[in-house]
């Protein structure tokens, strides 16, 4: 099996496919082999929205020795307590998992928001990476505040081992002030990123070239098959739906057939334009309740 994070350094165009994680613990899903022949891993989710799914260090075990392929396991930071956020780390680790993607996610209600996801990313690169605890935070967390860049580590503060993660952050093309997110989570110690979902190739290009990222940026997408679809994620606030994009939809005689097309060309130009400029890219579909339009995707991307 090879490890994204080997692909990446070797700045390969990697493509990892998020499934739809269960509400329970029955897993179905069974992958066509030109899909498992063209992608490199998976992507699993954690809680989305905080609606409880299977817990994706398990699900992501299961997905890499069913298929032998990496993944990259959600972590949303929101929903942890220190010491949680410590003992899963380890489990994860344990059962084989070495990449995760670091997010806030959408606030949900019953999330103690007690760790800001810089904290988490600093947290597994300074502190577990290296064999130590991570130290108590002090006060409240606050969004893109990283309190353990003021702290000392102390040499009795060991763990009983050291973990070995590739950590990544989300990177939102399009919004406002986004390079100074970005270089705060550069700062904290991300080693990649995964946009948040994108349609439109300008808008990925613009903040390629704005924030000229030193490491590797997976490109998100989803399939959308419903202009209900449209205003959910106008409502979440995507800033990779452009108005251009929105009407190529509206237009469509099959909105999701539209968006494998739109899909297929955003990857197609993004890569021209990251070759060109030196940027490693890769590609990251998300499912999202519809995974038959999401492996047409797939299908259709150059690698």
């Known amino acids: 099996m090879e ?78 307590t220190l010491p949680l956020f410590q003992s899963t780390l380890w489990g994860g680790h344990l059962l084989g998992i070495r990449n995760l993607l ?12 007690l760790i800001d996801v810089t904290e988490g990313i600093t947290g597994i690169t300074r502190y577990l990476n290296r064999g130590y605890l991570i130290p108590t935070l002090e006060g409240k967390a606050k969004k893109y505040h990283n309190r353990l860049l003021n702290h000392e580590i102390r040499e009795n503060k060991r763990a009983r081992g050291s973990t070995d993660y590739f950590v990544g952050a989300v990177l939102t093309p399009g919004r406002k002030n986004e390079k100074k ?10 080693q990649f990123f995964i946009t948040q979902l994108v349609y439109d190739a300008k808008i990925v290009t613009k903040s390629l070239e704005e924030i000229k990222p030193d490491v590797p940026v997976l490109v998100g997408t989803a399939p959308i098959t ?17 108005e251009r994009i929105i009407r190529e939809l509206k237009e469509a005689k099959s909105i999701g057939e539209k968006s494998v097309e739109i899909c297929a060309e955003m990857y197609a130009e993004v890569k021209d334009f990251a070759r060109e400029h030196g940027f490693v890219i890769g590609a990251h579909i998300m499912s999202i309740n519809n995974p038959v339009e999401a492996e047409k995707i797939i299908e259709r991307i150059e690698k």
């Open 226 to 242: 419903s202009l209900k679809r449209v205003k959910f994620f106008q409502k979440l606030g995507i800033h990779g739906l452009s």
């Open 3 to 80: 490890r994204l994070r080997e692909l990446l350094l070797r700045k390969k165009f990697v493509v990892t496919y998020e499934p739809d994680s269960p509400a329970g613990f029955e897993i179905d899903i069974s992958l066509p082999k030109y899909i498992l022949d063209k992608i490199d891993g998976f992507g699993i989710y954690n809680n989305p929205r905080g609606m409880a799914k299977l817990d994706p260090f398990v699900y992501g075990h299961i997905l890499m020795k069913e298929y032998e392929k990496d993944v990259i396991v959600n972590v949303r930071t929101q929903d942890y």
């Open 181 to 190: 997110i970005y270089e705060k989570k550069r700062e904290a110690g991300a």
């Open 102 to 113: 670091l997010v806030t996610g959408d606030y949900h209600p019953g999330s103690p928001f």
